[in-house]
């Protein structure tokens, strides 16, 4: 399917001066380059391309999005999670939710995670950013549901787990 994609405001980040490894949502390189306002990294080309030029895949888009999220340019991120083909994809929902929750937008990144985990229940980074918007929001209660979840999917010791549980006893979210 060809689409003329929205040009993209994505500022130049560098991600390897940001430590959050963790936000990355998936395993995908923190040295996922990004492009100036317009552009999108094509990794077939190894160089930015104008965004209409090519459909660049949903998962290169994804890697942008984290690295500028990890970059904390939330904004450009939002935009490349949205170029996301595939609407349904948890991990971009996931970056949506993360994104608009780190601007201060914590209903509506609650929104993107529940979106993500009835796509994927099991979906624990989803379930960990979930529980954190809602330490934030102070419902420790609903956090501590999450925390449950967690549990039950991929036990008490999984860093998911830890950083909510963290979240929760410090009252602040990790991430």
């Not at 949502?25 to 077939?44: A, E, L, M, R, W």
């Not at 994927?120 to 989803?126: C, E, F, S, T």
Request: glycine share 8%; with cysteine; hydrophobic share 40%.
């Amino acid at each position: 399917m060809k689409f003329a994609a929205i040009a993209m405001t994505a500022a130049i980040a560098t991600a390897s001066a940001v430590s959050m490894a963790h936000a990355a949502g998936s395993d995908t390189s923190s040295s996922t380059p990004t492009c100036k306002k317009g552009y999108v990294y094509s990794s077939s080309k190894k160089k930015c391309v104008k965004q209409t030029s090519e459909i660049v895949p949903d998962r290169s888009l994804k890697a942008q999005g984290w690295a500028l999220a990890r970059a904390g340019q939330y904004e450009a991120a939002i935009e490349l999670f949205r170029l996301v083909a595939d609407k349904s994809d948890p991990e971009a929902l996931n970056g949506l939710g993360f994104s608009h929750r780190k601007m201060g937008k914590v209903e509506q990144g609650i929104g993107y995670y529940a979106r993500a985990l009835e796509i994927n229940p099991d979906y624990v980074l989803a379930r960990e950013y979930l529980g954190e918007g809602y330490v934030k929001m102070g419902r420790v209660d609903l956090a501590r549901e999450q925390l449950a979840e967690i549990g039950n999917r991929c036990g008490t010791t999984c860093e998911e787990y830890l950083l909510l549980a963290q979240a929760i006893d410090t009252g602040k979210p990790i991430y």
